[in-house]
Nanobody, 117 residues
Framework: QVQLVESGGGLVQPGGSLRLSCAAFGFIFSNYAMSWYRQAPGKERELVAGITSTGGNTNYADSVKGRFTMSRDNAKNTVYLQMNSLKPEDTAVYYC??????????WGQGTQVTVSS
């Protein structure tokens, strides 16, 4: 059974940092690219960052480039999202995603990130 478990969200002041983690279970983690998405209140879910199966390549939304870094540890079946220089507009629920096939698209439960003074 595939399961994605996010952690690391919380309340942080503008300019602060958080590190999100997503532990994956139930599939061969090292075979698949992974992604982070976020959804702010009243907005559609958007792609934040993606990483290839080996971790050799990453891509980022323009809004987070230079501030966020996605990485993975295939030995621990875990992906990370290091978020620096956080802004109020980064406030959202952050979701981990594993797209295995068109019929096997898995999401975590989400972790809330709130950036506020």
């Amino acid at each position: 059974q595939v399961q994605l478990v996010e952690s690391g969200g919380g309340l942080v002041q503008p300019g602060g940092s958080l590190r999100l983690s997503c532990a994956a279970f139930g599939f061969i983690f090292s075979n698949y690219a992974m992604s982070w998405y976020r959804q702010a209140p009243g907005k559609e879910r958007e792609l934040v960052a993606g990483i290839t199966s080996t971790g050799g390549n990453t891509n980022y939304a323009d809004s987070v480039k230079g501030r966020f870094t996605m990485s993975r540890d295939n030995a621990k079946n875990t992906v990370y999202l290091q978020m620096n220089s956080l802004k109020p507009e980064d406030t959202a629920v952050y979701y981990c995603n594993a797209f295995l096939t068109w019929s096997k698209d898995y999401w975590g439960q989400g972790t809330q990130v709130t950036v506020s003074s």
